[in-house]
Structures are given as C-alpha cells and as structure tokens.
C-alpha cells in the first residue's frame, strides 16, 4: 500500500505517544501521512524498520507505546536512566537501599519463625498441663498435622505433674 492509497492519503495525521499518563510527562508527535509516520517512529524509537515490514500503523503504534511507557515507567518509579552504548557515561549510583542488584548479593532477609516453631516454644513455656491442653485445643489442625509437635506436645505433657 503507497500512502497514496492509504485511507488517510496526502491530508496527513497526527499521532501522539506518551511516555507516561500525566500531562508532565514527556511526549512525542509525529505527523504526516502513515507512511512518513511509520517512517518516523521507527527512526525515532531506533526500531528496525524490516523487522516491523509488515506491521500495520495502528499495530506499530501500539508496540511504540507500550515501549514508551515502559521506558517511563522504568525511568520515573526505578530511576533507570537511558546510556548509549559506547557513550562512556556512568550510571548513577542508586539510593542506598534501593539498587537490587547489590542488594542480591547481601544476606537474605530473616525468615519469619515458623508457626511450628512458635507453638514449640510455647509448649516449652507451658507451665503445667491445663496450659498445655488450652494451647492443644486452640491449634488442634496444626498439632495433628505435625509429628514433631506432637512429639513434643506429648513429651512435655509427661514431664509435667498431674493435676498441674
């Protein structure tokens, strides 16, 4: 199809794309007829232009947007920045605490105690077997699906007095 024959012919459109939703955020026009748009856009966003041979204009707008919000989006919430190969710029350091790239290599955050072992202190804590059946009763499911803290539930039980 020339742009002689596309149904916008020589009157020329317009297309927008947005980096980002709010009005601060940058944009990008480009007018002409779809052939020059197509043209443009692949130009500007430093897209292939065989890869995108068969593309239509709506379908390479799509693409080109959901590029350019992504760029936003990395670019405003995650502070990513735009280096061009060979340009010898060096990134910006990060906000201590906020690159997760140095932050992978750091010891994993502590784990939360499991619930067997919360309930295993507890049964080691029990004072005397009322206690011991109350915190039993109020964990029923998690006793009976737990060898080990029957186990234990069963061996504290005896080391402690009757009537206690």
């Known amino acids: ?3 002689d024959d596309s149904p916008w012919g020589a009157r020329g459109i317009s297309v927008t794309i947005k980096f980002g939703k709010g009005y601060e955020e940058p ?3 480009f007018r002409g007829t779809a052939g020059q748009i197509k ?3 692949l130009d500007a966003f430093g897209l292939d232009a065989g890869e ?3 593309f239509s204009l709506s379908e390479l707008i799509i ?3 959901n590029s350019a919000q992504a760029t936003g989006t990395l670019r405003k919430e995650l502070g990513g920045q735009v280096i061009r190969p060979g340009s010898g710029a060096k990134p910006v ?3 201590p605490g906020q690159d997760v790239w140095a932050d992978a290599g750091s010891a994993p955050p502590a784990q939360a ?3 067997e072992d919360i309930l295993g202190k507890e049964i080691d804590a029990a004072a005397g077997r009322t206690a011991l059946k109350t915190l039993y ?3 029923k499911a998690t006793f009976d699906a737990s060898e080990v803290l029957m186990a234990a539930y069963k061996a504290k039980g005896k080391s402690l007095p009757a009537g206690s």
Do not use: L
Request: glycine share 4%.
């Open 1 to 3: 199809m020339t742009d």
């Open 27 to 29: 944009w990008v026009v």
């Open 39 to 41: 043209t443009d856009m």
């Open 52 to 54: 995108y041979a068969a």
């Open 63 to 65: 693409n080109v947007r």
């Open 93 to 95: 350091a990060p906000a």
């Open 113 to 115: 105690p499991s619930v």
């Open 137 to 139: 009763g109020e964990n």
